[in-house]
């Protein structure tokens, strides 16, 4: 009998645990991007892959603008986004940028990836839905050894108003006035205003 009681409450501690751990999901049918500096500056392109399993419709709000998409199910729809045509890219000095966020918002739950790309230098990344969206992360950075004069860069887009965020950097940045390393600083955001901070070669 008591191993049978045992038995029960292990299942039902793992079936909330598994409940629980689905709500994290890379679906959801509101995500927020920037676009950072990239060597090429405005001659960059980004594009947007949005995927669902089942049809839908939605649209990306930037720069007061609309794009609208619609999305077949278990097709990826592309949504090309010009920095020449939309003023939302983040130039590559540091500091605080005004409505240039970049929002996705959709009927149904999508998948979002984001890829920044010109000749043969692009990168690209997993875009996660605001409601799984975390309050501590990490920047994993190397030392550079470029001759010029390249950087590492961090930038944060606030999703709600009056957002606190505090930068604890590993090595000064290379802002006026610099920021010092290891020095943490906090600075207050609100919803589309981004702050980005490019740390000096060590």
Same mark, same amino acid.
């Given at each position: 009998?008591?191993?049978?009681?045992?038995?029960?409450?292990?299942?039902?501690?793992?079936?909330?645990?598994?409940?629980?751990?689905?709500?994290?999901?890379?679906?959801?049918?509101?995500?927020?991007?920037?676009?950072?500096?990239?060597?090429?500056?405005?001659?960059?392109?980004?594009?947007?892959?949005?995927?669902?399993?089942?049809?839908? /419709?939605?649209?990306?709000?930037?720069?007061?603008?609309?794009?609208?998409?619609?999305?077949?199910?278990?097709?990826?729809?592309?949504?090309?986004?010009?920095?020449?045509?939309?003023?939302?890219?983040?130039?590559?000095?540091?500091?605080?940028?005004?409505?240039?966020?970049?929002?996705?918002?959709?009927?149904?739950?999508?998948?979002?990836?984001?890829?920044?790309?010109?000749?043969?230098?692009?990168?690209? /990344?997993?875009?996660?839905?605001?409601?799984?969206?975390?309050?501590?992360?990490?920047?994993?950075?190397?030392?550079?050894?470029?001759?010029?004069?390249?950087?590492?860069?961090?930038?944060?887009?606030?999703?709600?108003?009056?957002?606190?965020?505090?930068?604890?950097?590993?090595?000064?940045?290379?802002?006026?006035?610099v920021r010092a390393a290891n020095a943490p600083y906090q600075i207050n955001l609100s919803k589309e205003i981004?702050?980005?901070?490019?740390?000096?070669?060590?």
């Amino acid at each position: 009998m008591k191993m049978t009681r045992l038995f029960v409450c292990i299942w039902l501690l793992l079936l909330f645990i598994s409940v629980h751990a689905q709500d994290f999901s890379n679906k959801g049918k509101e995500f927020w991007i920037a676009y950072p500096a990239h060597i090429d500056a405005t001659s960059s392109r980004m594009a947007l892959y949005i995927s669902s399993t089942e049809n839908t /419709t939605g649209e990306v709000q930037l720069d007061g603008k609309v794009i609208p998409f619609t999305v077949t199910a278990n097709q990826a729809t592309t949504v090309q986004i010009s920095p020449i045509a939309y003023n939302i890219y983040n130039a590559q000095s540091d500091g605080i940028g005004i409505g240039k966020g970049i929002k996705v918002v959709s009927l149904k739950p999508v998948v979002v990836y984001a890829h920044i790309l010109n000749a043969a230098r692009s990168g690209s /990344t997993l875009v996660f839905p605001t409601n799984v969206l975390g309050k501590e992360y990490i920047s994993l950075n190397f030392t550079q050894s470029s001759t010029n004069n390249a950087r590492s860069q961090i930038t944060v887009v606030a999703t709600e108003d009056n957002t606190v965020i505090e930068l604890n950097l590993k090595a000064q940045s290379s802002s006026t006035p610099v920021r010092a390393a290891n020095a943490p600083y906090q600075i207050n955001l609100s919803k589309e205003i981004f702050i980005k901070c490019k740390l000096l070669r060590t």
